[in-house]
């Protein structure tokens, strides 16, 4: 394996592409990649979705998929469709219980439930 067998293998890891699949774009044996990834994992270091600048990871926080947020907002608006599949963390307005919304960030309330108590005491008053 060169330099570059192994640079190319570190990019690909980065991305997220296991090791089969380096195999075959690169025509290397697996074993061969198989053994490189035990040796070198990628954990610490992610690429940025965006311009593929290295990203320092920090340790058991989520993955970071971007550099910086200019680039996390430029390649939202190049993947629009990838946005509805967004996953925002809010909170719920009525019962303050954090609650996850696919899709949508101006959800105000966690179900159904809460949302009509929610106008139900919004009538009362
Ligand atoms: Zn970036
Ligand atoms: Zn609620």
Not at 29 to 51: D, T
């Amino acid at each position: 394996m060169t330099r570059d067998d192994t640079a190319k293998i570190t990019e690909l890891q980065n991305r997220g592409i296991g090791y089969k699949r380096i195999s075959s774009l690169m025509g290397l044996p697996v074993n061969a990649v198989k053994s490189y990834c035990r040796r070198h994992p990628v954990s610490k270091y992610g690429i940025c979705l965006q311009c593929g600048a290295q990203i320092r990871q920090t340790p058991h926080k989520r993955t970071k998929k971007f550099c910086s947020d200019a680039c996390r907002m430029a390649w939202w608006k190049a993947h629009p469709e990838q946005a509805k599949r967004q996953v925002y963390h809010l909170t719920c307005a009525w019962c303050g219980k954090p609650f996850v919304s696919v899709g949508s960030s101006n959800r105000q309330y966690c179900s159904r439930a809460c949302y009509a108590d929610a106008r139900r005491k919004e009538a009362r008053e």
